[in-house]
């Protein structure tokens, strides 16, 4: 077998290592942060990603790191409710917990932290360390997220674009909160549109909440902590008191302002000896709730096309023509689900889920 590096230790980069892992394949990741640097969010994770994690990591293991979720209740801003729906075995976790849960099967000695891969000459497929001394591999598997700059360097006329949604993320550890919640996936909606706000259990003291605005009417930019707290408390002010209470209740240190970005069109998966996986082959804007399970499917079929095929070229033309259409669908699917959070809640459809089905 080929010499493979893969880039970005993120959910993608992981779960290929964790595969390649499975099938005795050798490979390195170059990731660019610090290894305890694991800032982040949590993530909702449909039925058929569960059945992938589940290959790579301990099933009971990752049971003590998230809850699965009963139902999905829609309220009013106010707390009318609006429509209920169960959740077939949803699951919530945060991404700490997973992206630890992932490393863990991966030697140590196969990544490197902090340091960051740099597209040159990537036309003859090589790329750079950053001590600028080429990357001895084979194979690139690039999965360094949505605005991956391997992927900016060799499709020059991509186009992203601003989505007409910013999201704010948080987790609170707090009992009294969390015994207020039942295991069920509960969001708030602004009557008029473009303004919500969700609240998922992941255990016995913590929950993960997120709010999503309609760019286009509230204009928050990046700005400090006390006055991300301020701006969320006067726009939620008059909402159900358990959001106000939550969003007093919230450190604000870790917390961010999500701009959401997405490709206008895709580009190939593949390019030479490198091939593209998870948010780096395709973002997929966050109201699809499918980039964690896309991410292991793409390393899923990655990993079996890599054993099948005699070599590289054929394995990442099968690869792109099992997931691309797959993916397509999740794009059309969450530009929906977009467009139909921006309406007033008097025009939703029935479909009410926050997950983008195949
Ligand atoms: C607000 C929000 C909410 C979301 N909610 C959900 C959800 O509920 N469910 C769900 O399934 N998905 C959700 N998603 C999507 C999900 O987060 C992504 O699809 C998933 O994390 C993609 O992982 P990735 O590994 O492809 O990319 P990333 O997580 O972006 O990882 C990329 C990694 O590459 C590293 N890197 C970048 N450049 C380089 C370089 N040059 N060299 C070396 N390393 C590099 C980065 O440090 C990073 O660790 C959400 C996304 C957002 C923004």
Known sequence: ????????????????????EK????????ERRKKEDLAGHGFLIPEEGIEYLTQIIDRSQ???????????????????????????NVFATSRHSLINLLTQNIPHEKITYEETVTPRNTEKGKLKHSDGNYIDADIAIISDGSKSRIRKSLFQDEKMRQVQENEVVNIIKNRELADSVENDFIKFHHEKGGLTFGI??????????????DNQKYRINECSAENLKNYMLEIFDNWHPLVPAIIRKSDYKNVHLWCVYELEELNPFYKDNIVFIGDAAHP???FTSQGVTSALKDSFFLTKY???????????????????????????NGR???????????????????????
């Open 23 to 30: 099938h005795k394949i050798d490979y390195h990741i170059y």
């Open 200 to 213: 998922l259990k992941l255990s016995e003291d913590t929950i993960l909440w997120y709010s999503q605005f």
């Open 284 to 286: 997929l804007i966050p």
């Open 62 to 88: 990752l049971f003590e790191h998230g809850r699965f979720l009963k139902k999905y209740i829609q309220y009013s801003h106010t707390g009318n409710k609006l429509a209920e729906k169960d959740l077939h």
């Open 306 to 332: 890599l054993v099948e095929e005699e070599n590289y070229a054929k394995a990442f033309s099968r690869y792109e023509s099992e997931r691309k259409p797959e993916i397509e669908i999740h794009i059309n």
């Open 336 to 358: 929906a689900l977009l467009n139909q959070f921006l309406l007033p809640v008097s025009q939703y459809s029935e479909n009410i889920l926050p997950i983008s089905y195949k």
């Open 1 to 20: 077998m080929n010499k493979i590096a893969v880039v970005g230790a993120g959910i993608s980069g992981l779960s290929m290592a964790n595969y390649l």
